[in-house]
């Protein structure tokens, strides 16, 4: 255990040290196209809001298209790092946009795991529903109800934060293997098999990084909490973007599944 422990860490610093030497030779490139989603995603909201008043057609319109920009922006952002991770650094931005047919892929595949998570919830529902009846003897039932209702979530949440992270990889594959929407979540189910330790390791640190800025902002810190805010958009933001990138080329190098992998051969 110490050993995986050891082995995990280490693999997650070599992760972080190939990202700030990318950031470095990279920076302006990959923080400007950040900034374009943090803009993006204010006028978004900006518009949305404002035109709602005059019109709902128009402004459920404008959400939709923006939301299209902010991820095709996103894709093309990773599409542009893998770039710059294989050495193409010459390579133009806009042979870094997705094509109409890999967006449609994208959010086919978001569909499905919302479908997926919800079915999660009502399959964990179903299953514990008859455990409800053990426990209530007719006088108990509005509380044990109460309480049935909070695990049951509580667990489809857990599991549902297990699936996410499981699956948080298949925008790579479409982008870079140009696979299809399902075979894009069973790629991405059978790479993160034996590395989800090292992606929470991952995740907790940038986890661990907002987590300081919610807590000055309680305490009232402003000054600490703007200095770790400014940080975030222009550090920690492009960053993360070169994290998850080089964490894909990395698992990617020792990747075994297969060109068809299948999902209940890689849930463990």
């Known amino acids: 255990m110490i050993q995986f422990l050891k082995e995990s ?18 920076y302006f490139s990959v923080a400007g196209l950040c900034f374009l989603l943090f803009v993006t ?16 057609v128009l402004s459920g319109f404008m959400a939709f298209f923006f939301m299209v920009m902010y991820f095709g922006l996103n894709l093309t952002l990773f599409k542009y790092i893998l770039n710059l991770i294989d050495g193409n650094e010459d390579k133009k931005l806009i042979h870094c946009i997705p094509s109409s047919k890999e967006l449609a ?6 569909l499905s795991i919302m479908v997926m998570s919800i079915a999660l919830l009502m ?41 996410i992270i499981r699956v948080a990889f298949y925008p790579f594959f479409i982008i870079d293997k140009h696979a299809g929407t399902f075979k894009s979540l069973r790629f991405s189910f059978a790479l993160t098999k034996g590395n989800v330790f090292k992606l929470l390791l991952i995740l907790a640190v940038f986890a661990f990084f907002q987590l300081l800025q919610m807590y000055f902002n ?6 600490i909490f703007i200095i ?22 990395e698992m990617m190098s020792d ?3 297969g060109e068809d992998p299948k999902i209940l051969n890689n849930i463990f």
Do not use: Q, W
């Open 9 to 26: 860490t280490f693999a997650v610093n070599e992760v972080f040290n190939r990202s700030l030497e990318l950031l470095k030779k990279h």
């Open 123 to 163: 399959l964990l529902g179903a299953v514990s529903l008859p455990f409800l009846y053990l426990f209530e003897n007719g006088e108990n039932r509005a509380e044990i109800m109460g309480k049935f209702t909070v695990f049951v979530v509580f667990v489809a949440a857990i599991l549902t934060f297990i699936l």
């Open 41 to 56: 995603s204010g006028l978004s909201n900006f518009l949305a809001t404002t035109i709602s008043d005059f019109n709902v």
């Open 228 to 249: 770790l805010n400014l940080v975030s958009s222009f550090l920690v933001v492009p960053l993360a973007c070169i994290v998850v990138s080089v964490a894909y080329r």
């Open 105 to 110: 892929c994208f959010f086919g595949a978001m």
């Open 218 to 223: 309680y305490l009232e810190y402003y000054i």
């Open 255 to 257: 990747y075994h599944g």
